[in-house]
Each structure stands twice: as structure tokens, then as C-alpha cells.
């Protein structure tokens, strides 16, 4: 079946503009959860939603970043007014339950470039 | 600060051999632990875990060693192929906190033939 696809899969964007970043999760998953990947690190937790519910937004690292997901299937991440330290590939992830870390399945990643 | 620690960025193995990939953790609050494995261009797959309770846990090829009190894991290719080179994350999870992972940098595995 199809897993997780994100779009677009590049984007560059020149500094202040603003940015949407989509993910498709896999049919029926409840949980979401964005990543931010910066060059030569590891991903880092964003935000997680439970169907349409944000119940944890504690990793966005300012308020330029906003998600949300209104209907409990696709998802969008925005940011505003980008900056190069926005710079990174942003990876969505989502899971038939929360309590199980090994049913996190990642999309390939949406690699954001700003100049 | 890095709770979860690879402090080798890369590592080269012959094929046939063992390759052994370590990580290290300081919040003793994780309780459990994971393997991704991902491709350029690819998202991270799930490898193999290892729940806190247990020192050992082996899926084919690939073990998952874990020493609590050195806070360490490691995870054992054999023998490697290469096919398994990528690069290798090791991950953990809070006890209480159900969904969040915190990664490590990662470490770049290449298998020659």
C-alpha cells in the first residue's frame, strides 16, 4: 500500500517568504508527527497530532511554525517569514497508535532550502 | 544538549564481517530504544528495539545490546552485506511520553564487497 508522501519533495525559498509544507499520512493512521532534520543531525521532534488534535506543539522552535491537520488526515506545516537556520529536511511521520514508536512511518522528507 | 549520542559519524566494514554501531544516552528517564536505518532521499526505517527490561533482543541479522548502567547500547550486523550501508540512527524514548523520539546524529555505515 502506499505510505507516507510529502510535497513538495524540494523547495527553496529566499529569506522572510513564507512556506507550506504538506504530508499525506497513511490511511486510517491517527498519529502524525513532524521531524526537523538539520545537515549532520538527527530528526527532531516538532509537533505531534492525534487525529486533528495538536497535543503536543513543544519541540516548534518559534512561533514562525504553525501545523495543523483539520480534518484528522493530511497535514501542513507553515512557516513564516523563513530564515537560513529554517534550512533543513522537515520529515512526517504517522502511526496507526501512539504508544508503539516501531509503527512510525516516515515520509521521505520535504527538503527545505532557504536562501 | 545531546541526550542520545553516536559519536562515530561514519564506520566501514568488509562484507561478511561484523559491524557493531554504538550509542550512548544520558537522561536515565528513557526506557525505551530503537534502530532506524535510512537511505539518501529515503525517510528513516524502523530496525529493531529494545525495551529497558531486557540487555539483548535479535531479529535475524541485527542484535540490539543494552547496558543500563553504562548507558549504552549497541546495535550487531553479521554478517554485513552491502546492502546495509546507510546511515544508522539510534533513537530512545521517555518513559511517559509515548510517542516522542529523540534521536542521534547518526552514524554512516558503508559495506564494501
Known amino acids: 500500500g502506499a505510505g507516507v508522501s510529502q510535497s513538495p519533495r524540494y523547495k527553496v525559498a529566499k529569506r522572510g517568504q513564507d512556506v507550506a509544507l504538506r504530508c499525506d499520512p497513511i490511511s486510517g493512521h491517527v498519529s502524525l508527527f513532524w521531524y526537523q532534520q538539520a545537515l549532520g543531525q538527527g530528526p527532531e521532534f516538532l509537533t505531534y497530532?492525534?487525529?486533528?488534535?495538536?497535543?503536543?506543539k513543544s519541540g516548534l522552535p518559534s512561533d514562525r511554525f504553525f501545523a495543523e491537520r483539520p480534518e484528522g488526515s493530511v497535514s501542513t506545516l507553515k512557516i513564516q517569514r523563513t530564515q537560513q537556520e529554517d534550512s533543513a529536511v522537515y520529515l512526517c511521520?504517522?502511526?496507526?497508535?501512539?504508544?508503539?514508536?516501531?509503527?512510525?512511518?516516515f515520509g521521505p522528507g520535504t527538503r527545505l532550502l532557504v536562501l | 544538549d545531546q541526550q542520545v549520542k553516536q559519536n562515530s559519524p561514519s564506520l566501514s566494514v568488509q562484507e561478511g564481517r561484523i559491524s557493531i554501531l554504538n550509542c550512548d544516552y544520558t537522561n536515565s528517564m528513557f526506557d525505551y530504544f530503537l534502530w532506524y536505518k535510512k537511505y539518501p532521499a529515503e525517510g528513516p526505517t524502523f530496525l529493531i528495539s529494545i525495551s529497558s527490561i531486557k540487555d539483548k533482543n535479535e531479529d535475524g541479522r541485527f542484535t540490539v545490546f543494552l547496558n543500563k548502567s553504562a548507558k549504552h547500547l549497541s546495535l550487531h550486523i553479521v554478517p554485513s552485506q552491502p546492502g546495509d550501508s546507510a546511515v544508522y540512527f539510534c533513537a530512545a524514548q521517555r518513559r511517559g511520553s509515548n510517542y516522542k523520539l529523540t534521536f542521534g546524529k547518526g552514524t554512516l555505515l558503508t559495506v564494501n564487497p
Open positions: 497530532f492525534q487525529n486533528e488534535a495538536q497535543l503536543d
Open positions: 511521520a504517522s502511526s496507526p497508535f501512539s504508544s508503539r514508536p516501531e509503527t512510525q512511518y
